[in-house]
């Protein structure tokens, strides 16, 4: 079974910090994306990677960075973290090259809040 | 562009009930994929069923069927014999074509939370 896994379920930070989420997926998924999750809003795509180091912006990239230095694995930065980035974090993946019929794979989420 | 509209953002049913969840959908294209997603509470998102326009019979997995309307631009879920853990966040998302293309993306509605009581 493919896994992907974020190394923080829970986070709470200051705001100005800045806050590294980390995603890492087992399966050698070329494709991997960060959504944001709010209630009455559902998913947002922040940023996706297709391959290591190559990054694009989703549809609310602003106040967010990423960095893929490894197949496996996809950060998502906050430079400097506001309270209007309270959220829930959800990282995923795909194959391109066998998942033609789009099965995105999750992480459990992280939940971050800035206080 | 693609638009996925979830009409009903919450709704309760009792254990053992079918329940049918709607969602309806916006695009141009003649052929794409249709999904519903479930994300129980405080856990990881999989996927329930998905539905290939070009393909009339309506998908079916065990309890979870779709009524696909592909005229109407309808895609709605029931779920039949509902238990506990059916409780979670549905969402539906639409893709527009076989998954090939680097910056192909999946569209999500913006979900129902449902509650299945005892």
């Known amino acids: 079974d493919v896994k992907v896994t974020q190394s923080s379920r829970y986070l709470v930070k200051r705001t100005g910090e800045k806050v590294f989420l980390e995603c890492v997926q087992d399966?050698?998924?070329?494709?991997m994306f960060w959504y944001r999750q709010d209630p009455g809003l559902g998913l947002r795509l922040i940023y996706f990677?297709?391959?290591?180091?190559?990054?694009e912006k989703g549809d609310i990239p602003e106040g967010y960075s990423v960095s893929r230095e490894k197949k496996e694995r996809f950060s998502l930065i906050l430079e400097s973290a506001s309270t209007n980035q309270t959220s829930m974090y959800l990282c995923?993946?795909?194959?391109?090259?066998?998942?033609?019929?789009?099965?995105?794979?999750f992480g459990e989420g992280s939940r971050l809040t800035v206080l | 562009a693609q638009t996925v509209t979830q009409s009903q953002p919450e709704m309760s049913v009792q254990e053992a009930e079918t329940v049918t969840l709607s969602c309806t959908y916006d695009?141009?294209?003649?052929?794409?994929?249709l999904f519903w997603y479930k994300q129980p509470p405080s856990r990881q998102m999989i996927l329930v069923i998905r539905?290939?326009?070009?393909?009339?019979q309506n998908a079916t997995e065990n309890r979870f069927s779709v009524n696909f309307q592909k005229a109407a631009k309808s895609f709605s879920l029931k779920i039949s014999d509902s238990q506990l853990g059916d409780t979670a966040m549905y969402f539906c998302?639409?893709?527009?074509?076989?998954?090939?293309?680097?910056?192909?993306?999946?569209?999500f509605g913006k979900g129902t939370r449902l509650h299945i009581l005892p």
């Open positions: 995923a993946s795909i194959d391109p090259g066998t998942s033609v019929d789009g099965e995105l794979f």
């Open positions: 695009t141009s294209e003649s052929n794409y994929y």
């Open positions: 998302a639409f893709m527009k074509h076989a998954y090939r293309n680097r910056d192909d993306k999946i569209i």
């Open positions: 539905q290939e326009a070009y393909k009339q």
């Open positions: 990677s297709y391959d290591v180091k190559m990054k």
């Open positions: 399966m050698d998924h070329e494709n």
